[in-house]
């Protein structure tokens, strides 16, 4: 079992969830998160001037799924966050010792 | 002179709209401070609602407006609103109660000290501006209060026309500011790490009823519910546009046409256009909310960016430069057609008035800078004017206030 852990654009996640869903991964969490990569943050301007903010909004995807789905899900992923500018973001593959359904008490994969 | 029903009703609902300023200042102030400030800064400000809202029925509006010691400052006569009762007073707006016109004034006087605190925002000991408020009220604001519109005040006696306080308000708290951001630094951080609005729409909210509560200051200052009133609106609501309008096109031609310098740029018009309010025709708001716009856009560039000076929310730069440019204005502008208590201006071949302008202008901003430093000054070395360095790390709210402005995990 691994951990998806995509950050990717905030205008990009309708049409990721909607692909993973389409090929039956439904769980997922969400969450905002800020972040920094190449893109170095953006321009932002007061009442006079401006200010540079380094930190962009984007979205945590985080999913857990069966080893042999990894490459499959992180195309899908990949192919609707991409836009091809800098700032798309970064997905992380973990190891995941284990997985507990809280209703049922049903471990690993039969949980995921 | 008998009560006019009318007028009384006008100036009893302006002082209304005046106090709404107040609250409306506290939203404009509190989203343009960084999260954890934001509901100390409103507190500065709405506090004053309950500070000067006291002081003032207690003895303000007595040195204000009491009898006349010299030019300088009123007597005690009004203490505990002695003699202040339905009927009109003698000297000022014989037409509604003493009552109605002292209440107007208290809202006047509120909104003044809680202009103030925009520039020390995010750093100052709540304790430590209590104090400072009490004593900037007792011997700043009442003093210029009736040398400019008190009866024998030594600038109403020479000429001088501020029909809504330029000079009583707006230089006033605008130059006061810059001596208390003098004494107390820049805040932590300044200008090297951004400080983000927390809030963008609670300031457009905050100047959409500064705006609105601005009808009361200035139409309502004709103390008189005519065409005086009538006219100094129109005025008042043009500038108000022109400056919002003239602001968006210099933030759009920097780079984009900003919310937040939009609003700034009305707020510029209307501190600017107060003081003339009821002595320029209504098209005359146009040159003066141009003239405003750009004034204070520059001013405000020049010292936040380039000289690095920590006015957190530019109280100098919208009010102080605003009620300067505006006294001006008035001596240039002014008309005796518009109101037959004011007289002509600079256009209409008057150049004395504007001389009279430009000495209230130097004659208000040296007494409210000198004794602002000194008041401040006191404060600092008897109880501290800055909260510690931990107390501004976490924030105002909760090491002052024990408080936060947004709620905990779960929602």
Not at chain 1, 30 to 55: A, P
Request: hydrophobic share 50%; net charge neutral; aromatic share 10%.
């Amino acid at each position: 079992m691994k951990k998806i852990e995509a950050i990717i654009r905030e205008e990009r996640l309708e049409t990721v969830k909607k692909e993973l869903e389409d090929n039956s991964y439904f769980g997922m969490t969400v969450s905002e998160v800020s972040g920094r990569g190449r893109q170095k943050g953006i321009l932002l301007q007061w009442r006079v001037g401006e200010y540079r903010v380094d930190l962009l909004p984007k979205l945590k995807i985080e999913l857990v799924v069966l080893d042999e789905d990894v490459p499959t899900a992180i195309d899908i992923i990949v192919r609707n966050a991409r836009t091809g500018e800098i700032g798309d973001g970064k997905i992380f593959v973990l190891p995941v010792e284990g997985v507990v359904r809280v209703r049922t008490g049903d471990r690993d994969e039969k949980a995921i | 002179m008998s009560v006019s029903s009318g007028d009384t009703a006008w100036l009893l609902v302006s002082s209304a709209l005046v106090m709404l300023m107040t609250p409306g200042l506290a939203l404009f102030y509190g989203g343009m401070v960084r999260r954890k400030n934001v509901l100390s800064t409103i507190m500065m400000s709405f506090v004053a609602l309950g500070l000067v809202g006291l002081l003032w029925v207690l003895y303000g509006y007595s040195l204000s407006f009491g009898s006349n010691q010299g030019g300088f400052i009123g007597g005690l006569d009004f203490v505990g609103l002695a003699g202040v009762g339905q009927e009109p007073s003698p000297l000022y707006a014989s037409t509604v109660p003493h009552l109605a016109f002292m209440i107007f004034q208290a809202m006047f006087a509120i909104i003044t000290v809680a202009l103030i605190t925009g520039a020390v925002v995010e750093r100052i000991k709540f304790g430590a501006l209590l104090i400072f408020s009490a004593l900037w009220l007792t011997l700043v604001y009442c003093p210029v209060a009736h040398w400019v519109w008190g009866s024998g005040g030594w600038l109403a006696q020479l000429g001088t026309l501020d029909f809504a306080g330029g000079s009583v308000v707006h230089i006033n708290a605008g130059v006061s500011s810059l001596a208390l951001v003098m004494l107390l630094g820049r805040r932590r951080g300044f200008p090297q790490e951004p400080m983000e609005p927390s809030n963008i729409p609670m300031v457009v909210l905050g100047a959409g009823l500064l705006w609105f509560g601005w009808f009361g200051f200035n139409a309502g200052s004709a103390l008189t519910s005519g065409g005086l009133a009538a006219s100094a609106f129109v005025a008042t609501n043009t500038a108000a546009a022109t400056g919002a309008f003239t602001w968006m096109i210099i933030s759009w031609v920097h780079r984009r046409p900003t919310i937040l310098g939009t609003v700034t740029g009305a707020i510029a018009g209307l501190a600017t256009i107060t003081p003339a309010a009821g002595f320029v025709t209504p098209l005359a708001g146009i040159p003066i909310g141009i003239a405003a716009a750009i004034t204070c856009y520059y001013v405000m560039l020049l010292l936040k960016t380039k000289l690095g000076f920590d006015d957190s929310l530019d109280v100098f730069a919208v009010h102080g430069i605003g009620g300067i440019l505006g006294m001006l204005a008035t001596g240039i502008f002014a008309s005796a057609a518009v109101n037959t208590a004011g007289a002509d201006g600079l256009l209409l071949g008057n150049g004395m008035q504007f001389l009279k302008q430009l000495l209230s202008v130097v004659a208000v901003g040296a007494y409210a800078f000198a004794v602002t430093w000194i008041l401040g000054k006191l404060v600092d070395v008897t109880i501290g004017l800055r909260v510690g360095q931990m107390e501004e790390t976490v924030g105002l709210d909760l090491s002052q206030h024990g408080e936060r402005a947004y709620g905990g995990l779960l929602r």
